[in-house]
């Protein structure tokens, strides 16, 4: 933004400026305010200026609650500071409320001192009548413990955009641009993106994007002259917090994308994803859509079993084959993930968890499918369960994935959560060279010779480190041979109805799966502790953050986080025994706990959440703190 633009910098400097290390900001509003727009390019320029940060979009679970009530509030809400954070923040120290359900729905949230902008246009009659309120929480005192600066964002939207002939229900939708740019004077946060940003998502209709910007700038100038807002602040990059490289803000879903694309590259194998929508899985298979140009396909399927049977068959036909859902879809597609496994074809079966059982809380976080992912499917069918632990790392479990499956041909399941498909935070683009070597050698000709001396081709002849069987491209001459779900002889291929065979093959698919190769976990313990806090998923940023916070307060704890669930780190039971105590938090009611109770005969502590929103970092070391051995 110029000097022609908008008042000199200069002059926002006659008003108090305060540096802060961390801010938590939370917009809110209804559904079709623009919240997540409005968060996410807060949330862009934040990046852009180099703090770090962590988000959490929070958005409604029906398509289009009714206008102004409580179902339909939306909210995004960005942590950002000058150091390491883990976690999308506890309490918001500011509140942008567009109307009175947004305020209803999250003031609970908010520590006494913190500053709530309301919208004041919405907070009519009808409008808090729809909320649930009998008085107008702005005249009742009951925000008397808040720094509150009534607004009128709606009237001041549309007196700013008198000049673009628009009608006053076109000009009301920019107040979400409004509103961020009075945010981002409030923090001198960049602008210059924002405004790019918007001559591009509008090329086609530059009237509406010319709107918008003025509306931001409006906002921007808004705060700079009002005396409501006496005080700006200012929160410095976060210079150490990050090694050395090009960094740039990524979600969970994008990482995920964008990690199933290098790993087709590093495996020189192309790209095919068969997928049916389902949230909060969707975005991955729009993100894959768009780059046909690295030799990726999607599919659409009619539903989630076609959507498995398509990836299936990509993946007999020597495609790096992806099926993406949620926990409802990994329940329909299980007889085909049961399949991949009798063919020992490699696989990745993306399950991104929503809270359950059916339908469930579609739009909200849950960790509900492990024991689904370890023994939803029929007879013994083991497969490998892995699951990245921030948004970013998203990228790294993708690339993982990719290599246990193409490695041990197996499919593999990959546990991330609506928490991190959402969510964001700074990821450094790696390196082409940091990236592992994933190529692939198909079978060429024959691997095996008959007593008679004749060369022939054993589909399920194995690899003698990994167990892994011969992966044949359909064509390929001399390497014709059966497939199908019915048991095969060991070998040769050939159906066997065999007892003993199938007791062989039985052992033989879960001695591949217990002899993959993982990393040993490691163990954060300095002090020697007796209680360790073990993690899996998602919530490593709260974990992390509550055990800073203990040993912050002079308490000793050891923290452990796991990656792979099947097989577990062959240290674990070594390191789950050296405690006194093992307590593991978990978004469901205790199934990590349960698996690693039966595995190693631990008492270990369940720590359980099922409110379909991630862990807070205050509650949990409470929790931790009271199962302190020493407590």
Not at 517 to 542: F, I, K, N, Q
Request: one cysteine or more.
């Amino acid at each position: 933004m110029t000097s022609a633009q908008a008042p000199d910098r200069g002059t926002a400097r006659a008003k108090d400026v305060r540096r802060l290390d961390r801010v938590i900001i939370r917009f809110a509003g209804d559904s079709g305010d623009g919240m997540q727009l409005t968060g996410d390019r807060f949330t862009s320029e934040t990046a852009s200026f180099g703090n770090d940060l962590s988000t959490l979009p929070n958005f409604p679970a029906e398509i289009r609650a009714p206008a102004g009530t409580l179902p339909g509030v939306s909210s995004f809400q960005l942590h950002f500071a000058d150091h390491d954070i883990l976690t999308p923040g506890d309490a918001p120290d500011v509140l942008v409320a567009m109307n009175p359900a947004a305020l209803k729905a999250n003031v609970g949230d908010l520590p006494r001192g913190a500053e709530i902008i309301v919208n004041t246009d919405e907070f009519t009659k009808r409008a808090l009548q729809k909320a649930g309120y009998e008085t107008s929480p702005l005249e009742d005192g009951s925000l008397d413990g808040y720094s509150l600066h009534p607004v009128p964002l709606t009237t001041l939207t549309v007196e700013a955009l008198r000049e673009f002939g628009l009608t006053r229900k076109e000009a009301e939708r920019s107040k979400n641009m409004f509103a961020l740019g009075l945010l981002s004077w409030m923090y001198h946060r960049p602008t210059g993106g924002t405004e790019k940003f918007l001559r591009t998502k509008f090329a086609r209709k530059p009237d509406i994007a010319a709107a918008n910007i003025a509306a931001f700038r409006a906002g921007w100038n808004f705060g700079e002259t009002t005396e409501d807002f006496a005080v700006s602040y200012e929160v410095a990059p976060a210079a150490k917090a990050f090694p050395v490289g090009t960094y740039r803000n990524i979600s969970g879903n994008l990482a995920l994308s964008y990690g199933l694309i290098a790993a087709s590259r590093q495996a020189d194998l192309p790209l095919f994803l068969g997928s049916y929508p389902i949230t909060p899985a969707s975005d991955i298979l729009h993100e894959l859509s768009r780059h046909k140009n690295f030799g990726v396909r999607t599919f659409q399927a009619e539903d989630e079993i076609a959507g498995i049977g398509a990836a299936l068959g990509a993946a007999f036909g020597g495609a790096l084959a992806v099926t993406t859902t949620s926990g409802p879809g990994v329940a329909l597609k299980s007889e085909t993930i049961g399949l991949a496994v009798s063919l020992e074809l490699p696989l990745l079966i993306v399950d991104i968890q929503r809270g359950g059982p059916s339908t469930g809380l579609p739009t909200k976080t849950e960790q509900a499918d492990l024991l689904q992912a370890m023994y939803g499917r029929n007879g013994e069918a083991p497969l490998p369960v892995i699951a990245p632990r921030t948004p970013a790392d998203c990228f790294d479990a993708a690339l993982e994935a990719a290599r246990i499956a193409l490695t041990y041909r197996t499919p593999v399941m990959l546990l991330s959560d609506g928490y991190l498909a959402n969510g964001s935070e700074p990821w450094r683009i790696p390196e082409l060279e940091e990236l592992p070597d994933l190529t692939v050698r198909f079978a060429q000709g024959p691997n095996h010779t008959l007593p008679d001396g004749s060369e022939v081709f054993w589909p399920y002849k194995r690899d003698p480190q990994t167990l892994a069987r011969p992966w044949a491209v359909p064509g390929t001459p001399g390497l014709e041979h059966r497939i199908g779900g019915i048991e095969k002889e060991d070998g040769t291929g050939n159906i066997s109805y065999a007892p003993a065979n199938h007791d062989f093959m039985v052992r033989t698919r879960q001695a591949k799966i217990d002899g993959i190769d993982v990393p040993d976990v490691e163990v954060d313990d300095p002090h020697e502790a007796r209680t360790l806090v073990l993690g899996w998923g998602s919530t490593y940023g709260p974990i992390t953050a509550a055990v800073r916070r203990l040993r912050g307060a002079g308490e000793s704890i050891a923290q452990a986080h796991l990656r792979h669930l099947n097989p577990f780190p062959r240290n674990l039971g070594a390191v789950v025994k050296r405690y006194d105590k093992v307590v593991i938090p978990e978004m469901n009611l205790g199934q990590l706990a349960t698996l690693v109770r039966a595995k190693y005969l631990v008492d270990a502590h369940s720590h359980n959440q099922v409110n379909g929103m991630p862990f807070k970092a205050e509650q949990l070391a409470r929790a931790l703190e009271e199962n302190l051995c020493d407590h």
